[in-house]
């Protein structure tokens, strides 16, 4: 008997297992599971899934599902389900591989990974895709209740105006009426920048880079980026790449809300890096806290918004093996 269910536990582990965020989307991945998983079906093959209902799940299943043999587990979902997937992989200490099934409102990792947008074709990039080995950051900050923790992002951690635009893009729900979940993704990040820069106000921070000395900064949105893209599609860190060793380190300095205005096109094609107030450096290890102690200056992780500063950054290299288009 215990020779059936140790045979069957690994065969088991031979299919991928699917995490599925059904709230994602604004809850659209449940209302299309169906067809979603005959797609994976039908150009990928057999696959388990399990599903996600609380914020964190997607960590413990992940590492659950890792440390028990897992050897492929894809996420469905947005950036946060990536995220927490990703984190659940690491903490488990194997060599499990990372797929990702984009189904989520921003879709800003897959836009780095190439990875196409509709599940069919994602399925299919799943199944003709190479395996690469990528770096992730590590981001050490404090968490709401005041106490100091870490978690590793895959994309793109940033302070001022985009954590801001998240927490608007969280809060609201005025363009659920919009049929296509990234439409609204796009509309609502659009319509949160166009709200918040009408009042927004640059803040001092101090950062230290390399070990460096620490200086004083004024930011607009400062961003530690392991790859290109965020807010729903701003190509925020043109160079960036995933497995190069270094963060892109971008500071959108002092700006007025008029050139913001002007100018906002050029930070969905990445030209932005060429305006004055704009400040790009590469990095390993980046620290970051407030001028004014008293002052809470919220941390957006992988378009989460987990805690605040003080924060302290650190490039972990190839840490992480990941499925990419051929």
């Given amino acids: ?25 604004g809850g659209s991945t449940k209302d299309n599971w169906a067809g979603i998983a ?3 079906r039908t150009h990928f093959g057999a696959f388990s899934v399990a599903f996600t209902k609380a914020s964190g799940d997607g960590i413990v299943l992940a590492r659950t599902a890792a440390e028990s043999g897992r050897k492929f587990i894809i996420a469905c979902g947005g950036d946060g389900t990536i995220n927490e997937v990703a984190n659940g992989i ?23 990974l190439g990875m196409p947008s509709s599940p069919r074709e994602a399925a299919r990039s799943l199944r003709n895709g190479r ?38 893009v969280k809060a609201s729900n005025s363009l659920s ?12 990040f659009a319509l949160s920048t166009l709200q918040e820069v009408s009042g927004m106000d640059a803040v001092l921070i101090k950062i230290a880079v390399d070990g460096g000395d620490e200086k004083t900064l004024q930011t607009i949105n400062f961003c530690v980026a392991n790859a290109q893209y ?23 300095g002092d700006i007025g809300t008029a050139k913001i205005m002007l100018n906002a096109y050029s930070i969905y094609r990445g030209t932005h890096v060429e ?14 806290r407030s001028a004014n102690e008293t002052l809470d200056v919220l941390v957006e992780i ?25």
Avoid at 132 to 161: C, P, Q
Avoid at 230 to 252: E, L, W
Avoid at 276 to 285: P, S
């Fill in 1 to 25: 008997m215990s020779k059936q269910t140790k045979t069957t536990s690994s065969e088991k582990n031979t299919l991928p297992l699917v995490i599925v965020n059904p709230k994602s989307a």
């Fill in 38 to 40: 005959s797609d994976l």
């Fill in 90 to 112: 690491l903490d488990s200490g194997t060599h499990c591989e990372l797929g990702v099934l984009p189904s989520g409102t921003g879709g800003d990792f897959r836009r780095s």
């Fill in 131 to 168: 395996t690469e080995t990528m770096d992730v950051g590590k981001v050490t900050f404090r968490d709401h209740a005041g106490l100091t923790t870490s978690r590793f992002f895959m994309n793109i951690s940033s302070f001022g105006l985009a954590a801001s635009i998240i927490e608007r």
């Fill in 177 to 188: 009426w919009l049929p296509v979940a990234s439409l609204r993704g796009r509309a609502s």
């Fill in 230 to 252: 965020f807010g729903g599609g701003m190509k925020i860190a043109p160079d960036a790449k995933i497995n190069d060793g270094f963060f892109d380190v971008i500071n959108i």
């Fill in 275 to 288: 305006m004055a107030e704009v400040n790009c450096t590469r990095a390993k290890r980046v620290e970051a």
């Fill in 302 to 326: 992988d378009g989460e918004l987990p805690g605040k500063l003080p924060a302290v950054y650190e490039v972990v290299p190839d840490a992480l093996k990941i499925r990419v288009p051929r």
